[in-house]
C-alpha cells in the first residue's frame, strides 16, 4: 500500500466531464490499495476571471480581499472533485488549505507555506477517504486566508507529500511532462525524461509556466522526486530529482519563453553607497520577485537602476517606487510592459563556455535586439520586445538542436 499525492492543473479540470473522468481514474489507483491524497487547482480560467472581475472593483485590489476571492476557486474543484467520486462509489472528502492546516506567513497573494499539519488529513485517510485538497491556499497565524502566487498549487502537492512522507508525488497537467521548450510554442519541443532540482528551478524561475518554481524549491530541499506527467494518458512523463553525472553531457537542457514581464526604471538616482539596498530592500519586503537588474554609468553623480518583474506585479512595484523616488529625491519612474523574456538553461554550462556566444550570435542572426542579459551558473536570459519571443524560442531551440 502506497500513499500517493496527486495534483491536477486547471486546464485537466476544465469541464464537469473533465472533472469525472480525472475522478474515474483516482478511484482505479485507490482500488489497488493505495491512501490517496489528491490537490486540486481552480477548473479553467476561474483564476484570471476572478482576477479580472477584482480589477472591475479596484484597480489594485488590497491583497487580503484577493486571497478571500481567489481561494474559492480551488473549494469549488475540490468540492465538486469529492462529488464525482463519491458518485462512483468511493468515500471522499473535500478540505481547504486552511482546514487542514497550511500555515503560511502572512503575504497575501504571494504567501510562502511555513508548516503544514496532517493530523486531519491522516484521520481522513485511516477512515478510507479519499483526501481531495483545494490547492495554492493556507492560513496565517491569525486565521486570515492567503494564497500561494500563480500556480500555487503544486507548491501546495509538494508541501503536503512532503509532510506526509508520501511515496509518490505526481503532478498531472495538460502537456506530458516537462519539454525542451514550450510545445504550445515549439512544435518540435522534446520531452525531457529525467532533469535536475537545479535546472527545474532555474527552468520555471525564468517563467516557464509548467511548475511553480517554489514547489521546485521545496522537492529539492527533500530530496522529493516529482513525476510530472498528462491527465489525459498514462504515459511516463518527466521525473524531477537530484543531478547525476550524465546530466552534465548536455550543455542546453531547455530554452524558456516568459512573455509577462516588465521593467522599470528609476531615473536620477543618486550614485553612492546603499541605493541599491535601499530600492531593493523596499521591494523585497513586498516579496516581489525582480530578475533582471542593471544600472547605468554615471551622469553627474547620477545613475538610473532598471529592473524586470512580472506584469503582474508591475501596480504594485510602481507604488514601492514612487515611494522610494520621494524618499530618495530621484527623478521620474517609468515602465514598459512591452517587454518578454527568454533564457537557456542547462547544467552543462558550467563547465562549458561559449554557449553565450552562441545565443548572442544566433539572436543576432535573427535580428533580434537584446535588450537586458542576466546569467546564473546555469542560465542565461535575454529581455527582448514581447513581439519577438515566440521567433527568439525557435532560433534558439534550433541553434541548440534541441529537437533531435
Ligand atoms: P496546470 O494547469 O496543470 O497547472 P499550467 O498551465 O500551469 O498547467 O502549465 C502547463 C503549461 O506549461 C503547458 O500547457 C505548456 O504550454 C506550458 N509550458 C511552458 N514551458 C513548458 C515546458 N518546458 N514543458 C512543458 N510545458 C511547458
Ligand atoms: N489557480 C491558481 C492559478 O491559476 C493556482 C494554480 O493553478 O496552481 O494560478
Ligand atoms: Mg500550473
Known amino acids: 500500500m502506497a500513499l500517493i499525492v496527486k495534483k491536477f492543473g486547471g486546464s485537466s479540470l476544465a469541464t464537469p466531464e473533465h472533472i469525472k473522468k480525472i475522478a474515474k481514474r483516482i478511484v482505479e489507483d ?85 508548516k503544514v499539519k496532517t493530523e486531519r488529513i491522516k484521520k481522513e485517510l485511516q477512515k478510507g477517504n479519499i483526501v481531495v485538497v483545494a490547492g495554492f491556499q493556507g492560513k496565517d497565524d491569525c486565521d486570515e486566508i492567503t494564497t500561494l502566487g500563480r500556480g500555487g498549487s503544486d507548491a501546495t502537492a509538494t508541501a503536503l507529500a512532503i509532510a506526509l512522507k508520501a511515496d509518490v508525488c505526481e503532478i498531472f497537467t495538460d502537456v506530458e511532462g516537462i519539454y525542451t521548450s514550450d510545445p504550445r510554442v515549439v512544435k518540435d519541443a ?25 514547489s ?23 521525473i524531477i530529482m537530484e543531478e547525476c553525472e550524465s546530466m552534465e553531457k548536455v550543455f542546453v537542457r531547455g530554452v524558456v519563453i516568459a512573455k509577462n514581464e516588465a521593467r522599470v526604471t528609476i531615473h536620477n538616482v543618486p550614485n553612492k553607497p546603499g541605493i541599491a539596498a535601499y530600492i531593493f530592500g523596499k521591494i523585497g519586503k513586498e516579496k516581489i520577485n525582480v530578475d533582471m537588474i542593471i544600472q547605468s554609468s554615471d551622469h553627474q553623480g547620477k545613475s538610473d537602476i532598471s529592473f524586470t518583474v512580472n506584469e503582474e506585479s508591475l501596480a504594485q512595484t510602481l507604488e ?3 515611494r522610494a523616488r520621494e ?18 538553461v542547462g547544467v552543462g554550462m558550467k563547465t562549458n563556455s561559449g554557449i553565450a556566444g552562441k545565443m548572442f550570435e544566433a539572436l543576432a542572426k535573427a535580428n533580434i535586439n537584446i ?25 534558439l531551440h534550433k541553434e541548440f538542436e534541441l529537437g533531435k
Open 320 to 322: 514601492v517606487m514612487e
Open 371 to 395: 535588450e537586458m542579459i542576466t546569467t546564473s551558473e546555469i542560465r542565461i536570459s535575454c529581455a527582448i520586445r514581447r513581439n519577438l519571443c515566440d521567433k527568439a524560442v525557435k532560433v
Open 190 to 214: 522534446k520531452k525531457i525524461k529525467i532533469i535536475s532540482y537545479e535546472e527545474m528551478l532555474e527552468i520555471a524561475s525564468s517563467g516557464a509556466q509548467v511548475m511553480q518554481s517554489r
Open 30 to 114: 485507490k482500488q489497488k490499495n493505495n491512501s490517496i491524497v489528491v490537490v486540486v487547482s481552480a477548473s479553467g480560467d476561474t483564476t484570471d476571471d476572478l482576477i479580472s472581475m477584482a480589477k472591475k472593483m479596484h484597480p489594485n485590489p488590497p491583497h487580503r480581499e484577493m486571497d478571500m476571492l481567489l481561494s474559492t476557486g480551488e473549494i469549488v474543484s475540490s468540492s465538486l472533485m469529492a462529488m464525482a467520486i463519491d458518485n462512483l462509489k468511493e468515500k471522499a472528502v473535500s478540505l481547504t488549505g486552511p482546514q487542514i492546516g497550511i500555515m503560511t506567513d502572512s503575504a497575501h497573494t504571494r504567501a510562502s507555506i511555513r
Open 216 to 238: 521546485i524549491e521545496l522537492a529539492s530541499k527533500y530530496k522529493l522526486k516529482l513525476h510530472v506527467r498528462s491527465s489525459f494518458n498514462k504515459k511516463e512523463g518527466t
Open 327 to 344: 524618499h530618495l529625491k530621484a527623478g521620474k519612474v517609468s515602465s514598459d510592459s512591452d517587454i518578454g523574456k527568454i533564457a537557456i
